[in-house]
């Protein structure tokens, strides 16, 4: 007999991120584009009389950075995976058309040539 070690794990690859982990994602990425924020007005700061036009360039990326986290921070959760789904589709097969024949009686006798029953 096999011995488990541990409790056994399923994972459901189909479920979308927890909430506190969609939180805590979001911040980071707010939290990293600010500090990329910060840098380019330092950097500003440094090359504005060394290097005006780069200098130039890193304020026009400071002044939008902050526009564009904010789009990013709150772009909301991300989309639903299309589950698998549980139902399975079958086939189904036409019905058969109506005939135009008489139908045959079930169980009766047959009846004879004259008419009538023999």
């Known amino acids: ?6 409790a056994e794990v399923f994972q459901i690859t189909g479920a979308r991120q927890s909430l506190a982990d969609d939180v805590r994602g979001r911040q980071r990425r707010y939290v990293i584009s600010m500090l990329i924020r910060t840098a380019s007005v330092l950097l ?10 780069l200098a130039v360039v890193t304020l026009v990326i400071g002044a939008l950075l902050p526009y564009v986290a904010v789009v990013i921070a709150n772009a909301g959760r991300e989309n639903p995976s299309s589950m698998p789904s549980a139902h399975v589709h079958t086939h189904t097969r036409p019905a058969l058309a109506a005939s135009d024949a008489v139908p045959e009686s079930r169980g009766e006798p047959a009846e004879g040539p004259s008419g009538g029953r023999s």
């Open 1 to 6: 007999m096999r011995k488990q070690r541990g």
């Open 44 to 53: 500003t700061v440094v090359l504005w009389n060394v290097q005006r036009p």
